[in-house]
């Protein structure tokens, strides 16, 4: 009963610090210490259970998820810096226009983030141009970060095929497939967010039309862009198409037919590997395409590296991080009576795995970290499930990834924080439309491909 009420503590306490803006780089290992101490008593293993759980957890996914981290906030970087991500953006509004204000914001954040823009770059890219689009339609400035949000934290980061988002790499190493997993499931899932979000938002902006409420009154202290000399939208995207080609031919065509029984002697195999090492690949050549079509124009390509690379420490930390709170979480006696419970649930392993990354990812307010702990634990457990029910291990990749961007977006989420922080506003005036388009619709989408999945293959 101490080890169920201590560890109900520990999620409180995270939950809440992470709320109030503590970095998780901090606060992680000292509430999984403290955990230790209310469970298991202060005893003389308390810091062997930080270098030895802990760390070994937080060292694990850096070894397995920097390089992706590091060659994608440098890819955001280019895009940013040679003014390919603006040039999306601008283009795709301008072509919309101001009557499509909404739908404008929404295809600019999904074509940047399937891209392999962050997130937070998407958020500080759109703003400016959805404040002023928004102003010019007169629709509530309230709107913006749901907006923002359907277009950069849903289908393009967990469902749609070839995505290069962390929340969809992740899976590959645990049951050794590819970004392009179940296509045909992603496309679906893609569609019912896009349109399912699309629907709240509109009918939130005839609402407010309805009663006049307008753009309302807000200090913004924008900087107005010049988009005078944006790249045209072909050059813009074109790294992004490399991104897509490279990384569908390296997965289905040339890693399909090499002999990784080499990699034995690293202990490990070609399908664990060959997912991630696709993504990688393909980065650096759009890196590179960047790089050398733009070399004139990049000013100081050390400072824009340099930044790149700075960029990616903190998400690799904070997500480091929670997969090391989780890692000392997993070696509690308490734990085998979760995993027990989420088992007795469902034997289907598809329905355990939605439930476990969900309510992981949304403890740990973080998809990347909250997958990464729930994967650990339970997906050889799933994989040996899958195999006795003839489930391909791609409809588990994608569950995986699908669960996985449903209760992260809770309040105490960075990436929420900080697009609410950008846009001036606080949780009472716009959280509610980012919880329906990032939780509730996406959690209604994957409760519909796990009954479909279900009653298909089961």
């Known amino acids: ?39 298991t008593g202060f005893d003389s293993h308390l810091m062997a259970n930080y270098t030895e759980v802990y760390m070994v957890g937080f060292s694990n996914f850096i070894k397995n998820y920097f390089p992706l981290f590091m060659t994608g906030a440098i890819f955001a970087k280019l ?25 404008a914001v929404v295809l600019s954040g999904a074509l940047l983030t399937y891209g392999g823009v962050s997130l937070f770059v998407v958020a500080f890219i759109l703003y400016p141009i959805a404040s002023t689009l928004f102003k010019e339609a007169d629709i509530p400035k309230r709107l913006i970060p749901g907006t923002i949000a359907l277009g950069a934290f849903t289908f393009t980061m967990t469902a749609t095929p070839g995505s290069p988002e962390i929340q969809n790499v992740i899976p590959m190493k645990y049951f050794g497939t590819d970004t392009f997993a179940a296509p045909l499931i992603g496309i679906f899932a893609s569609i019912l ?23 309302g009154n807000h200090n913004d202290s924008i900087i107005q862009e010049d988009y005078s000399n944006v790249p045209n939208l072909f050059s813009a995207v074109l790294p992004i198409i490399i991104i897509f080609i490279s990384n569908l031919f390296l997965s289905k065509v040339y890693y399909a037919n090499v002999d990784g029984s080499y990699l034995s002697d690293f202990n490990t195999t ?6 991630t090492w696709s993504v990688i690949i393909a980065i650096v050549l759009a890196d590179l395409f960047i790089i050398v079509t733009n070399f004139k124009k990049i000013k100081n390509l050390k400072s824009v590296l340099d930044t790149g690379v700075s960029n990616s420490f903190r998400p690799l930390l904070n997500s480091s991080a929670i997969v090391g709170y989780g890692s000392v979480i997993k070696s509690l006696e ?4 979760i995993q027990t419970f989420i088992f007795g649930i469902s034997k289907n392993p598809i329905i355990s795995e939605a439930l476990s990354v969900n309510l992981i990812c949304g403890i740990t307010a973080s998809a990347s970290g909250g997958l990464g702990i729930s994967l650990d634990a339970l997906a050889s457990t799933y994989l040996q499930m899958a195999n006795e029910l003839n489930i391909s291990p791609e409809i588990l990749h994608r569950i995986a990834s699908l669960s996985s961007g449903g209760l992260d977006t809770l309040p105490h989420n960075g990436a929420v924080i900080t697009t609410l922080a950008i846009c001036g506003l606080t949780h009472k005036e716009a959280y ?8 509730i619709i996406p959690i209604f989408t994957t409760f519909v491909v796990v009954i479909l999945t279900s009653f298909l293959l089961v």
Do not use: C, H, Q
């Open 432 to 439: 509610k439309d980012i919880f329906v388009t990032s939780v």
């Open 79 to 103: 895009m940013e810096d040679v003014g390919y991500a603006k040039s999306i953006a601008y283009y795709i509004t301008k072509k919309l226009g101001k009557e499509k204000s909404v739908l």
């Open 1 to 39: 009963m101490i080890s169920i009420l201590g560890l109900i503590f520990s999620l409180i306490l995270i939950m809440y610090l992470a709320y109030k803006g503590y970095s998780t780089i901090i606060t992680a290992p000292l509430v999984a210490l403290l955990t230790l101490i209310i469970t």
């Open 270 to 275: 070609l399908d664990s590997v060959s997912g």
């Open 334 to 337: 308490v734990f085998t009576l």
């Open 193 to 215: 967010m896009f349109t399912l979000g699309m629907i709240w938002l509109m009918s939130r902006v005839k609402s407010a039309k309805n009663s006049n409420e307008g753009y």
